[in-house]
């Protein structure tokens, strides 16, 4: 069973489209988040949600808008889509309480390839 | 401001050892982890330490000194499939992952 979900695996689309991206986990986790890692590579935290609240709201542009319709799922919207957004997202997950319970547990990924 | 320091890239030879050091500044201290990436794919975890000295599992081991914000990952009997980035992150008072920048491992058979 795969833990944390993400599709699509691949997206291609043009400049100024609107697309979403659906993380789903299965491991009773309370604390979902979503990072940007660009071709350097380095992991960038976006957001982070807590039993579908907003915990953490890194500088992002408002055309990234995150939505949790429950603790199992975190989805993220962009809108108007720019080259610069050109990155792989990848969703991840942790218990949350402190510790060694918050280890995060990631998805495959997402490649987003803007044109 | 908040900082994890480690090395760009690192070459070794498959059967050897290698340590892969970082150093940390963060805002209140709650743990160290070390996460795996490979080219492609998601990173995977690691190790955790909070407390300081060695925790060791199987060719893998990880250190952790508070005192002086360091830690290093050591790989034993290294494989090709070691190949690989090494990514460090420290967790801040309020729980959030600091990352570095990732350490990529190259292993020469």
């Known amino acids: 069973d795969t833990a944390v979900s993400q599709t699509p695996k691949y997206l291609v689309t043009q400049m100024g489209n609107d697309k979403s991206i659906k993380c789903e986990q299965n491991?009773?986790?309370?604390?979902m988040y979503w990072y940007k890692q660009d071709s350097k590579k380095f992991l960038k935290i976006m957001f982070s949600y807590n039993n579908k609240e907003l915990i953490i709201n890194e500088t992002v542009p408002n055309r990234f808008s995150p939505k949790s319709p429950d603790k199992a799922h975190l989805n993220l919207h962009i809108n108007s889509l720019e080259l610069g957004d050109s990155a792989v997202y990848f969703c991840?997950?942790?218990?949350?309480?402190?510790?060694?319970?918050?280890?995060?547990?990631f998805g495959p990924g997402t490649r987003l390839t803007v044109l | 401001g908040q900082n994890i320091d480690q090395p760009t890239e690192m070459t070794a030879t498959e059967g050897a050892i290698v340590q892969i050091n970082c150093t940390y500044q963060?805002?209140?201290?709650?743990?160290l982890f070390w996460y795996q990436q490979h080219a492609g794919e998601a990173p995977t975890f690691l190790s955790y330490n909070v407390l300081d000295g060695l925790e060791e599992k199987g060719r893998f081991s990880s250190f952790l000194s508070r005192s002086k914000g360091y830690s290093y990952l050591l790989l034993k009997e290294l494989q090709m499939k070691d190949s690989a980035s090494y990514l460090c992150?420290?967790?801040?008072?309020?729980?959030?992952?600091?990352w570095g920048a990732g350490t990529k491992l190259i292993i020469k058979p």
């Open positions: 491991l009773g986790h309370d604390t």
């Open positions: 991840a997950s942790s218990q949350g309480s402190g510790g060694h319970t918050d280890t995060q547990y």
């Open positions: 992150a420290a967790m801040d008072s309020n729980y959030q992952l600091i």
């Open positions: 963060t805002s209140g201290f709650n743990g």
